[in-house]
């Protein structure tokens, strides 16, 4: 006759097995990338500058509604959140301020990805928080392309703020961006360049004045919003556009247009914009941030 025996060590071990990540439980892996002059409040070029007065206050705003994204995709039941602080020096957001599930990137590294340092195909969805629109766009707040110097990027014809071209690097590994917080603009550039994707307008333009939410009202609203997203997030795709690319780049300065134009690839192309052709959306990346210096 054989015997039965009940092993409780052996039971346990097994129910650990089975819990482990990569075992039967899903993952979700989020990132967020995360700037400033889309921050509730922001006005004014000060608010984002080290040197304003009224630095420190939005900095920890920043730090504040990247941590209600990162509480929003814990509530969704992500099992890892990287934040990438993607402004300025890109050592603004306070790490006491950010859940400590979520791991943060700080500084930049010199790579391609640039605000999206950090990001390959293991994850499952990206976020936006704090974004601005594109160079030029009316009725929106701190608007500008990169680097101050850049009046407009296009790729394959389709002007882009930088929402749109950090979206094809997470695209360019199968992430999608499922959630978009900044001004009323630049969600409303966001939903024009993805199509579907939830968005948080925090505030909006009027001429150089800004009419903006409270920031708690904010807070909650982008952690709902970020479970929401990440709850549904197979509902997102990938944002992409069909290679080869060409970038058409619009800059300030004659020494500028110059200088770009010896970047290999590179063509003068007008007055004031360069052109380049490349099959890589990373190539391009790294040609862009070479040609604009």
Same mark, same amino acid.
């Given at each position: ?102 791991? /943060? =990137?700080?500084?930049?590294? *010199?790579? %391609?990805?640039?605000?999206?340092? +950090? ?6 969805? @990206? ?40 979206? /094809? =690097?997470?695209?360019?590994? *199968?992430? %999608?961006?499922?959630?978009?917080? +900044? ?6 550039? @966001? ?103």
């Amino acid at each position: 006759m054989t015997r039965k025996v009940f092993c409780t060590a052996c039971t346990v071990v097994l129910a650990m097995a089975l819990l482990a990540p990569g075992a039967s439980a899903q993952k979700l892996k989020v990132f967020i990338s995360v700037d400033m002059e889309g921050i509730t409040g922001v006005a004014n070029w000060e608010d984002v500058d080290r040197t304003g007065k009224d630095y420190d206050y939005f900095r920890r705003i920043m730090s504040k509604e990247a941590n209600a994204a990162v509480e929003g995709a814990i509530a969704a039941g992500a099992t890892d959140i990287i934040v990438r602080d993607s402004h300025g020096s890109a050592r603004n957001i306070l790490p006491d301020l950010l859940n400590e599930k979520a791991i /943060l =990137i700080r500084d930049w590294s *010199g790579g %391609p990805k640039g605000m999206m340092e +950090g990001i390959d195909s293991s994850f499952d969805a @990206a976020i936006f928080i704090g974004y601005h629109a594109k160079a030029g766009t009316l009725n929106a707040l701190l608007e500008h392309t990169s680097s101050g110097s850049v009046t407009d990027f296009s790729i394959n014809g389709i002007s882009m703020p930088e929402a749109g071209y950090n979206a /094809l =690097i997470a695209g360019s590994y *199968g992430v %999608p961006v499922v959630l978009v917080a +900044g001004d009323r603009a630049l969600c409303e550039q @966001a939903v024009q360049l993805f199509g579907p994707v939830e968005t948080v307008p925090v505030k909006e333009g009027i001429g150089s004045a800004a009419r903006t939410l409270h920031p708690d009202q904010v807070q909650a609203t982008i952690r709902r919003a970020a479970e929401k997203a990440l709850r549904n997030v197979k509902a997102y795709k990938p944002h992409n556009i069909k290679p080869p690319y060409t970038l058409v780049m619009k800059l300030k300065s004659e020494e500028q247009i110059t200088s770009g134009s010896f970047y290999p690839g590179a063509k003068r192309t007008g007055e004031w914009e360069l052109t380049y052709e490349t099959d890589s959306i990373l190539k391009l990346m790294t040609a862009f941030s070479m040609m604009r210096r």
